[in-house]
């Protein structure tokens, strides 16, 4: 079993509308999530981390976290054509470690 | 303030050649990690750092791969001998230990062995 599961997708949403990402693990002793977007071609940058059950906003962005189920999400409100891209979720697993996902690939059209 | 540097960018090289990464993290950082990312089984981390100490490097695919951090401004990923499945992008990453496990990521040095 991994560690951190993601869909792969992609993920279609129209512009302007909510995108929802998901994401599970299966380490109930993880303290600390985080999102990375990473652009073709690009390294991965950090959008988000969350350390608390509950919601987290960030402009466009809110990460869930909901430690009991062991998922995390990140929705982005008012989805862009530029929000398309390959979103890693990643969950501490140990000191400074981070264990991510596949990713999940968001498609936002015009 | 400068960010992870990462060279070679990219890298084409022949099967049975000695590959050398390397890596400049961000000053200050006490963590560095090395990471692999590939299509089929996304980010992996390899090995990481702390004061430039080893800490874990169960990630690590085989005796081919090695990595050092001769001091905290310096870090070498080495593969010998290098063969096609190790084509892959190779992320250095670093971070503090007073920002959590937050991690900021190089540019990534693109690798393709043929």
């Known amino acids: 079993q991994k560690e951190v599961e993601q869909n792969s997708g992609p993920l279609s949403v129209p512009e302007g509308a909510i995108a929802s990402l998901n994401c599970t693990y299966s380490d109930r002793g993880s303290q600390s999530f985080f999102w990375y977007r990473q652009y073709s071609g690009k390294s991965p940058e950090l959008i988000m981390f969350?350390?608390?059950?509950g919601d987290k906003e960030d402009g466009r962005f809110t990460a869930q976290l909901n430690k009991a189920s062991q998922y995390v999400s990140l929705l982005i409100r008012d989805s862009q054509p530029s929000d398309s891209a390959t979103y890693l979720c990643?969950?501490?697993?140990?000191?400074?470690?981070?264990?991510f996902g596949t990713g999940t690939r968001l498609l936002v059209s015009p | 303030d400068a960010g992870v540097i990462q060279s070679p960018r990219h890298e084409v090289t022949e099967m049975g050649q000695e590959v050398t990464l390397r890596c400049k993290p961000i000053?200050?950082?006490?963590?560095l990690f090395w990471y692999r990312q590939t299509m089929m089984r996304g980010l992996e981390l390899l090995i990481y750092f702390n004061n430039n100490v080893p800490i874990d490097d169960s990630g690590m695919p085989e005796d081919r791969f090695s990595a050092k951090m001769p001091n905290a401004s310096f870090s070498t990923l080495k593969i010998q001998p290098s063969e096609p499945r190790d084509s892959a992008v190779y992320f250095c990453?670093?971070?503090?230990?007073?920002?959590?496990?937050?991690?900021?990521f190089g540019e990534g040095s693109w690798l393709t062995v043929v």
């Open positions: 990643a969950v501490n697993g140990g000191f400074q470690k981070l264990v």
């Open positions: 990453a670093s971070g503090r230990t007073s920002s959590g496990n937050t991690i900021y």
């Open positions: 000053s200050g950082h006490d963590y």
């Open positions: 969350i350390y608390s059950n």
